[in-house]
């Protein structure tokens, strides 16, 4: 059973950075799209940014210059580093991998954004 975990969240003040991480428990990860979501509390779930198997990234546009989406495919990991972090950026962040109608979550990791 596919499973994908994400760790590195916490509390950060405005402008500092974090690195996210999420490894996925597949065979052949080099296959998998990845990708990163958030979900803000009374708000809808959306797209952060994403990596294709090739390695081809997209970024919301409230993200593009702040963030960077990466992957390890030696290790199974995926990781998403966030810089000039705005109070705007607290939400709960979320590890995807999809390939065709297949798609696998993470349970999340809190990320706070606070002076």
Request: hydrophobic share 35%; proline share 2%; glycine share 12%.
């Amino acid at each position: 059973q596919v499973q994908v975990a994400e760790s590195g969240g916490g509390l950060v003040q405005p402008g500092g950075s974090l690195r996210l991480s999420c490894i996925a428990s597949t065979s052949i990860f080099t296959i998998w799209h990845m990708g990163w979501y958030r979900q803000a509390p009374g708000k809808q779930r959306e797209l952060v940014a994403t990596i294709t198997s090739g390695g081809g990234t997209d970024y919301a546009d409230s993200v593009k210059g702040r963030f960077t989406i990466s992957r390890d495919n030696a290790k199974n990991t995926v990781y998403l580093q966030m810089n000039s972090l705005k109070a705007e950026d607290t939400a709960v962040y979320y590890c995807n991998q999809a390939l065709g109608h297949l798609s696998y979550w993470g349970q999340g990791t809190q990320v706070t954004v606070s002076s």
